[in-house]
């Protein structure tokens, strides 16, 4: 079993910057797809970001140009870097992987393992 844990969330000022890290205990394979999903309070989980082992990228029009999603393949860690941030980004959000697939997903339907999120709170 694949255990995710987010690191970095926090509560910032608009306009300012977070990095989210989240390492997986272990790779169940040299090719997966993983991606952020949040979730604000009385909403549905929303996909952020995606990206895979040959490094593709996606993501949803409201953080294109603000948010960028990165992996680090020498300390297995995936990234969400977050610039420009908004009261309407405040949410938790939760890292989520699934192994021997490549390609770009922002459904959680397309993932098989989830952290327990890290809370990101914006105010203006």
């Known amino acids: 079993q694949v255990q995710l844990v987010e690191s970095g969330g926090g509560s910032v000022q608009a306009g300012g910057s977070l990095r989210l890290s989240c390492a997986p205990s272990?790779?169940?394979?040299?090719?997966?797809?993983m991606a952020w999903f949040r979730q604000a309070p009385g909403k549905e989980r929303e996909g952020v970001a995606s990206?895979?082992?040959?490094?593709?990228?996606l993501y949803t029009k409201s953080v294109k140009g603000r948010f960028t999603i990165s992996g680090d393949s020498v300390n297995n860690t995936l990234y969400l870097q977050m610039d420009s941030l908004k009261p309407d980004d405040t949410a938790m959000y939760f890292c989520?992987?699934?192994?021997?697939?490549?390609?770009?997903?922002?459904?959680?339907?397309?993932?098989?393992?989830w952290g327990h999120g890290t809370q990101v709170t914006v105010s203006s």
């Open positions: 272990h790779y169940a394979s040299s090719t997966y797809l």
């Open positions: 989520a992987a699934t192994f021997g697939t490549l390609g770009s997903s922002l459904s959680a339907g397309s993932y098989n393992y």
């Open positions: 990206y895979d082992s040959v490094g593709r990228t």
